[in-house]
């Protein structure tokens, strides 16, 4: 068992940064790659960035690219996003999700990931 802890989140106006942070524990060894999702009231859940474990690798979407960056602490068992030049249609709660073992067809869909944290909301005024 793995679990996912986020946090992070927050009440921030248009222009300003957040670090959100999920912390890994439990049988972290096989984890393949670790994928935060945002989910925007009544809209579904959405891929923002993923980092795989082998080569630090990571991808966004396109909403976020340039802003948006992941990174991971392997001694802490950390995966970060830090998040810049923060917009209105940033807000939701966004998620951390583990893949273990390897990877799926799809990384960017939220079926077929093995953890998922709580969530930390995150709130961006104009």
């Known amino acids: 068992q793995v679990q996912l802890v986020e946090s992070g989140g927050g009440l921030v106006q248009a222009g300003s940064s957040l670090r959100l942070s999920c912390v890994a524990s439990?049988?972290?060894?096989?984890?393949?790659?670790v994928t935060w999702f945002r989910q925007a009231p009544g809209k579904e859940r959405e891929f923002v960035a993923t980092?795989?474990?082998?080569?630090?690798?990571?991808y966004y979407d396109d909403s976020v690219k340039g802003r948006f960056t992941a990174s991971r602490d392997s001694a802490k068992n950390t995966v970060y996003l830090q998040m810049d030049n923060l917009r209105p249609e940033d807000t939701a709660v966004y998620y951390c999700?583990?893949?273990?073992?390897?990877?799926?067809?799809?990384?960017?869909?939220?079926?077929?990931?093995?953890?998922w944290g709580q969530g930390t909301p995150v709130t961006v005024s104009a």
């Open positions: 980092i795989r474990f082998s080569n630090d690798q990571t």
């Open positions: 999700a583990a893949l273990m073992g390897g990877p799926v067809p799809n990384y960017r869909q939220p079926g077929g990931y093995d953890y």
């Open positions: 439990g049988r972290t060894s096989r984890t393949y790659a």
